[in-house]
């Protein structure tokens, strides 16, 4: 086929162009843009005339580097779409993580006995996805066992849990895993005790 090429390019000279079909019949011919039946009728003429396969082949040659460009591009656009996609994947498989934790902070708080809450303070606030809580108790409580539970204003139990609050850099922390799938933006009760002890209670906002 190379020496075919080479002789085809050298061995048929039309310096007068005699028969030729002109140049965007050849593109055409060479980016395939043009159907069998049409270019079947110059197939004999570029097989006996080198000025023709001479443009011809270099049309081609173009048509084969533009397909190889966009080849290219095509597949760098996939590659950057599925790299967002993927990143976009990850950020929504990392946003709830995110979100499950909530800190609440009861140093500096009252501390009111039973289940009536201070009206003079802000209420807490978490978000209904929170899976669990991290809560800093009051200054100078014990480490131990203590009971959460997040009831409504009528007192309805809607989560209830225990976990063992520890002493970290002189902060009596306590972490409990909660659900909250069932509830829905309002304002609740959260009540903290040592087991055994009497409820303190704080107003909750859940958003």
């Known amino acids: 086929m190379d020496a075919l090429s080479r002789g085809l390019l050298k061995e048929f000279p039309n310096p007068e162009r005699t028969g030729c079909p002109g140049s965007e019949v050849l593109k055409k011919i060479a980016s395939h843009k043009m159907p069998l039946s049409?270019?079947?009728?110059?197939?004999?003429?570029?097989?006996?005339?080198?000025?023709?396969?001479?443009?011809?082949?270099?049309?081609?040659?173009?048509?084969?580097?533009?397909?190889?460009?966009?080849?290219?591009?095509?597949?760098?656009?996939?590659?950057?779409?599925?790299?967002?996609?993927?990143?976009?994947?990850?950020?929504?498989?990392?946003?709830?993580?995110?979100?499950?934790?909530?800190?609440?902070?009861?140093?500096?708080?009252?501390?009111?006995?039973?289940?009536?809450?201070?009206?003079?303070?802000?209420?807490?606030?978490?978000?209904?996805n929170v899976a669990h809580l991290k809560i800093y108790l009051p200054l100078g409580s014990s480490e131990g066992l203590y009971d959460v539970r997040i009831v409504t204003a009528t007192e309805e139990s809607v989560v209830t849990t225990s976990g063992t609050a520890k002493l970290k850099d002189h902060v009596t922390v306590l972490e409990v895993w909660i659900s909250l799938s069932s509830t829905h933006p309002a304002r609740y009760i959260l009540q903290v005790r040592k087991t055994g002890s009497e409820w303190n209670s704080y107003p909750l906002f859940m958003r």
Do not use: M
């Open 38 to 128: 049409e270019s079947e009728r110059w197939l004999d003429h570029l097989g006996s005339c080198s000025p023709c396969y001479t443009d011809f082949s270099a049309f081609r040659a173009a048509y084969q580097r533009y397909r190889t460009r966009s080849g290219l591009a095509i597949a760098a656009s996939i590659l950057i779409v599925a790299i967002l996609a993927g990143w976009a994947l990850f950020l929504r498989q990392e946003e709830p993580l995110v979100a499950q934790t909530a800190v609440l902070d009861l140093r500096n708080r009252s501390i009111p006995r039973g289940t009536e809450t201070n009206p003079a303070e802000p209420p807490l606030e978490i978000a209904h």
